[in-house]
């Protein structure tokens, strides 16, 4: 796992400001530590002394992407989440957009274009999978909790989706295999590492609402369809562990 | 019977119906709520027969009056028989929804009584959901043919998608098979549903705050394989459900047989071949702009086994092809086997800053193992003319039914009820 922009001590902010440079044709300075607060609501703390100057910095670079291509804007964040190091190319695709507009970030027929956008695809087709497939269970505590081991960084992608699902309701997502975790909690993020992260898994009982799941699970397949290498192909194993309907 | 063994029998009932998309609306949740819709849908698990589960889908009740034969809850079918009450399904789907199982509720049912009386049952479980639970998933209720419109109406309300179930293809089948039905009746109701529909965009269209009817819209599922009518006659049928009642999407469900019936064919194993042709097909008419008579060459009435219908078109008009790539229109390339919408796409937006090589069509995605027989490029054609049944040999597709082909390769849409 790589451990640059992938990880949550540097947001996307970084990554914004250095593709506006490369859109204009600037070679990048040693862009400020900073915290977008696009994907991720409450993002992890910048140092105090520094935040404000950032977050306008920031914000004004990431405005002046948006209006430039909000497709390079997605490109930019989905490149962050990635555990690919794909930085590169995300800049180079940058400052070839900069020079020859930016209807070449749809040119697929450009190497370099293209290969960014399999690396995103494949960040953008996880999001996609683990908001179905991330499974809660209820804490002790009330807060619904799922641990997923997401190949990329995709927790600020899965936040986003998951405060419009819960509506105000607590909830937590924690990466095991980063050892993050995201609590949103009376209206506020909270985002945690280490053990603080681990210390929001779900407890191991099993409720009652697993079993009636399970059961409707196994109730609603069609025996006389059964094609279980396509279920295998929509649904990697590799995303088995935490499935409730799958474990015994 | 515990909830348990009644939430068995009641999914199993409803296992036949072919739809779970999720897709189509937009809600957030007020104050105090729970949930949302969103347009692109999610799929939450995929069962072993490799369909997706993104909704609980239930049967309110088993119990039926009805007795057609092709179905596994028919009043003369030897079977438990239960209900849930609208509590135990709220409970069901809240439980399920917070723990990220489903997008939402597809509530269906039996006709264990009058037909209002069912239909105000179904409401009532979303009216709940609605308006004391401020759920904002997703809601598909099934409209309980012969119900007054006037619940229709109000069904639509509290739904996203409201679905009225042709199930077979012609009346002289319905009346054969499904003695209660009524073909009649069944398309009263899809008119119905259409024109609140579209009743309902008008009004929104003045007024913002109009409550929206059923956003998602309606679909349908016609079974296949249960009576003789052709392909040719199916397509035809979805073809003007879509256009005179403006349905979302029509579900096809290879026929299982659930009991011996001397009235039913008994196939060794459902149609599951001819359903993916269907599915093909239905694809070609929603997004490809084909219309339902082009897809059947003079007397044929059948989808070829060996190949799908749009390379079966292509092979019957060997005048379009071939298509130069660097100068045909969308329309035109979206004839090409191997070409998708997304693969269109691509190669009207790299045309526009520089001239295409055959090399960068590879590049893009396009799946030139069958297009370059119809591509052409700055007029020279990507691979030698061959006699028509190399051709349609090289494009004959051995992996067996699955995914429908054509569906684009975004993740954006997934409804994978597909065999």
Known sequence: ?248 | MDLGEKLSLLAAAARYDASCASSGSARASGAGGLGAALPAGVCHSWTGDGRCVSLLKILYSNACRNDCAYCVNRSSADIRRSSFDAEEIVSLTLEFYRRNYIEGLFLSSGVFSDPDIVMERLIEVARILRERELFAGYIHLKGIPGCGEALLRKAGLYADRISVNIELPSSHSLCLLAPQKSGAEILGSMRLLGEAESESREDAARLRSTPRFAPAGQSTQIIVGASPEDDRCIVNLAASLYRRYGLRRVYYSAFIPVAPDPRLPSPASPPLLREHRLYQADWLLRFYGYGADELFEGAESSFAADIDPKCSWALGHPSFFPVDAGRASYAELLRVPGIGPAGARRILASRSSRSLRSEDLRKMGIALKRASWFLSLDGRPLREPAQAEIVRADLADHSPPGNAAGRPASAGQLELELS
């Open chain 1, 1 to 248: 796992m790589k451990p640059g922009p992938g990880s949550w001590e540097r947001g996307p902010g970084e990554l914004i400001l250095a593709a506006r440079d490369a859109l204009e044709g600037k070679t990048a300075e040693g862009p400020p530590c900073g915290n977008c607060g696009e994907l991720f609501a409450a993002a992890p703390a910048a140092p105090p002394d520094r935040q404000e100057e950032d977050e306008a910095l920031i914000r004004a670079a990431s405005g002046r992407l948006r209006s430039f291509s909000l497709e390079l804007y997605d490109l930019c964040l989905l490149s962050w989440m990635s555990s690919e190091d794909l930085e590169p190319l995300l800049l180079a695709v940058a400052r070839e957009a900069g020079a020859a507009g930016p209807s070449i970030i749809f040119d697929y027929s450009r190497q370099k274009v293209r290969l960014l956008r399999r690396g995103c695809d494949r960040v953008e087709r996880e999001i996609h999978r683990l908001a179905g497939l991330a499974r809660f269970g209820r804490r002790s505590d009330g807060i619904y909790s799922a641990p997923l081991e997401p190949d990329h960084a995709v927790l600020p992608a899965l936040v986003r989706h998951f405060l419009g699902r819960f509506a105000g309701g607590d909830f937590a997502l924690v990466d095991c295999r980063r050892r993050w975790a995201v609590l949103s909690t009376e209206g506020q993020l909270h985002v945690l590492s280490g053990d603080e992260a681990l210390e929001l898994l779900p407890e191991d009982e099993v409720s009652e609402a697993e079993g009636l799941w399970k059961l409707y699970f196994s109730a609603t397949e069609n025996p006389r369809r059964r094609k279980p290498e396509l279920q295998r192909r929509f649904m990697p194993e590799r995303y088995w562990k935490y499935l409730t309907e799958l474990r015994s």
